[in-house]
């Protein structure tokens, strides 16, 4: 009888390309248990977070277009701009061919207050259906078209631009109304113009294409949402990642090179968050941006402003800074990624992971598993009764999913048990396909919580900062602006240290971290090395502490411009 | 090094869940990214390409853009309306209109076909197709981007 057909491919390879070999000596892979062996998750939990990212990436990029310049309606080359509805309008069609003042099929707009149905009148009621609403205050985006006869602008902050016909004889393009039903919707839209500035907003083709996705494409949302949060999530665990690997001394010989490769990592993963930051080309991107780069040009003397004018394509953040961000993005930072991802993932087969220095192989983790779950419950709890106990916001969603997980595992250790050799001492567990099936738990309840957020709290940049931005008006900085929360560190260490000293420590910090392992001799030797370990408790108390002090000056900073404006 | 061993029973039950769980995800997964890639079908467009009275004095063929395609509008002899779409049946080119011999000539292989859009000679395999012309109460020509069939 034949062997399977598996098995065949595989000595037909093995044949040609000796793969066996190293397959031999992968299905040897353990991992050890112990009381931090829970940590060891982290690690492949990022590998299938980055490929999420990748996928929904290149999904994003179908709908994305990298363009600065103001967004044109396609087909009647009109500008875009923002405009709100300031009445709630129902588009009906008329489904009775026997009505007197309609035709069947007829697309037909009205006003509404509460029920879209109240907003019919009596003889169109029962005799169509609805095609969609436009609820009051939703904001959309219309093409701008004026017609000299009937604008209609006041010189108030708020004002009715009324849009006309083009002039009589050329074509006119209705893309998603009839004339008559666009008539009514322009007339019940007033243009949103730019809180800060007053300006009309026209946004850029990255901004709307951005939209699009949200509005338009089957599962844009959702599928944006998967990023942003994903992107979060990453971070987030690779952080954790390096912080419980440091902790555990994994950089010790022969792991030298697995760390700092691990720190490349964390380089590329902060650089994937910045440049993708600037894609939605809004306000807040923008600042961002600018903050980001401004620093090495304002403190890093001399190649300081070399460096900034090619991050930024010229001397200010402008449509060529989105051009370059973008392809570091879709090109420079994935093909880094994946290089040194298998760099990193290939030296660690060679070695394995090894057992912290002085760990007993015993034990779970009592404290943390307590820690975890008081504070997740906490989390929930005090969250929840802020938000008025939405329970759609990711404030909840999270600790929700993940306190569950942290509490059935570790109950599940107490009631189960966890395999013992005779002496007591835990027993390392293989990782094909054993441990490899605990991996992908691990990465089923990560897909859960994104796609539980991105179903229930889709994501959203409120405010002023969520603006889309037009870099050929007057720009003015929103108030409260701030990077995103893994930057935060960084942020108040340069609010609190000045410039170039600060640029100097972070720099050396930077080297400082990247040749931990050759610093921590005690741990090049396998003894144990309980200073490193409270050097490690005292860096992640200090990013901890400079993040939170970082959200209360923004606090500060909001409270101020209250404070001033009611002064005025 | 000691060995785990799972029960033959349990490791088929893990395999059954694991190949399950792994369905139950592929699924909903290939439904998002089937539809998220899926060219987005846009709303039926309506164009007036003129007016009935314009057409009839200057002359009686326009050529309009109806959303990504190039139409002519035509007024035949007796009065009736045609539109045309302009795209080559056999690889896709525009035609052009030849006034002179009353014909749509393709540049790109030599295709020709007559004033109703049937083919005369070359390559195209198909008619070029109609769109649907109704004439509004006040004379003006609206051209709607759906099939017509040719009179």
């Not at chain 1, 901004?207 to 998967?226: H, L």
């Not at chain 1, 170039?500 to 931990?516: D, Q, S």
């Not at chain 1, 939170?548 to 209250?562: I, K, M, N, P, T």
Request: aromatic share 10%; charged share 15%; proline share 6%.
């Amino acid at each position: 009888m034949k062997e399977p057909i598996a098995k065949r491919l595989y000595q037909w390879i093995d044949a040609r390309a000796h793969i066996s070999p190293a397959v031999e000596y992968m299905k040897n892979k353990e991992v050890p248990q112990h009381r931090h062996s829970v940590w060891y998750y982290f690690g492949g939990f990022a590998l299938f977070l980055l490929a999420l990212q990748i996928v929904s990436g290149v999904l994003l990029m179908l709908r994305y277009e990298p363009s600065a310049t103001p967004a044109a309606d396609p087909i009647s080359g009109k500008p875009l701009c923002m405009a709100r509805a300031i009445d709630s309008v129902v588009v009906i069609k008329v489904t009775d061919s026997t009505l007197f003042d309609y035709s069947l099929d007829d697309e037909v707009a009205f006003t509404y207050s509460g029920a879209p149905e109240s907003g019919l009148p009596d003889e169109l009621r029962g005799k169509s259906k609805i095609e969609y609403v436009i609820p009051k205050d939703s904001v959309m985006i219309v093409p701008y078209t004026v017609s000299a006869d009937i604008v209609k602008d006041t010189s108030q902050k708020d004002s009715t631009v009324m849009a006309g016909t083009q002039d009589a004889g050329e074509p006119t393009a209705t893309l998603h109304q009839t004339p008559d039903v666009a008539k009514v919707i322009l007339d019940h839209i007033l243009i949103v113009r730019d809180p800060s500035t007053g300006d009309i907003i026209y946004p850029s083709v990255a901004y709307v294409s951005v939209q699009n996705i949200m509005t338009n494409v089957p599962f844009g949302s959702f599928m944006r949402s998967i990023h942003a949060y994903g992107a979060n999530l990453l971070v987030a665990c690779v952080l954790l990642h390096m912080f419980s690997v440091f902790l555990m001394k994994g950089y010790r010989k022969p792991h030298e090179m697995l760390w700092m490769t691990g720190v490349l990592l964390l380089v590329i993963v902060f650089g994937f968050g910045f440049t993708g930051y600037l894609l939605p080309w809004t306000k807040l991107s923008y600042f961002a941006t600018r903050v980001g780069v401004g620093y090495p040009e304002s403190f890093i003397p001399g190649i300081g402003k070399f460096i900034a004018g090619i991050m930024r394509g010229g001397a200010e953040v402008s449509g060529e800074t989105l051009t370059r961000m973008f392809a570091l993005h879709v090109v420079v930072l994935p093909l880094s990624v994946l290089l040194f991802v298998t760099i990193h993932i290939a030296l660690l087969q060679v070695h394995g992971t090894g057992n912290p220095a002085g760990v007993k192989q015993t034990g779970m983790n009592v404290i943390a598993a307590v820690v975890g779950a008081v504070s997740l419950g906490t989390i929930a709890v005090y969250r929840s009764t802020t938000t008025n106990f939405d329970f759609t916001s990711p404030w909840f969603i999270i600790p929700i999913t993940i306190l569950p997980v942290v509490v059935g595992s570790f109950l599940g250790q107490v009631l189960l048990g966890r395999e013992k050799s005779s002496e007591g001492q835990l027993l390392p567990v293989r990782f094909y396909w054993n441990f490899a099936m605990r991996d992908y738990i691990v990465w089923l309840i990560g897909l859960a919580l994104l796609v539980a957020l991105a179903t229930f709290s889709p994501w959203r940049i409120e405010g002023d900062s969520g603006f889309p931005i037009d870099t050929t008006k007057p720009l003015v900085t929103p108030i409260g602006i701030h990077p995103e929360w893994y930057f935060m560190f960084a942020f108040e260490f340069l609010r609190l240290v000045p410039g170039e000293i600060a640029m100097i420590l972070i720099a050396a910090g930077g080297a400082v971290w990247f040749v931990i392992p050759f610093l921590d001799k005690n741990s090049q030797h396998g003894r144990k090395s309980s200073r490193f370990t409270w050097i490690g408790i005292a860096i992640i108390a200090g990013f901890l502490s400079l993040t939170w002090l970082s959200y209360r000056a923004v606090d500060d900073e909001f409270r101020q411009a209250a404070a001033t404006s009611h002064m005025k | 090094m000691p060995d785990i061993f799972i029960s033959s029973s349990r490791r088929r039950i893990l395999k059954i869940l694991f190949g399950g769980s792994l369905a139950v995800i592929a699924v909903p997964t290939a439904y998002v990214l089937t539809n998220f890639i899926l060219p987005l079908s846009g709303k039926i467009i309506s164009m007036i390409a003129g007016n009935a009275h314009d057409l009839n004095a200057t002359s009686s063929i326009r050529e309009i853009k109806i959303g990504m395609k190039d139409v002519l509008v035509m007024r035949a002899d007796d009065g009736k309306y045609s539109a045309i779409d302009l795209k080559c049946s056999h690889a896709g080119c525009t035609v052009h209109w030849i006034p002179d011999q009353h014909i749509f000539r393709c540049p790109c292989h030599g295709g020709e076909y007559d004033t109703n859009g049937s083919v005369i000679k070359g390559p195209p395999p198909r008619p070029l197709s109609h769109l649907q012309v109704t004439i509004g109460n006040n004379g003006d020509i609206i051209v709607t981007d759906l099939p017509a069939a040719v009179a």
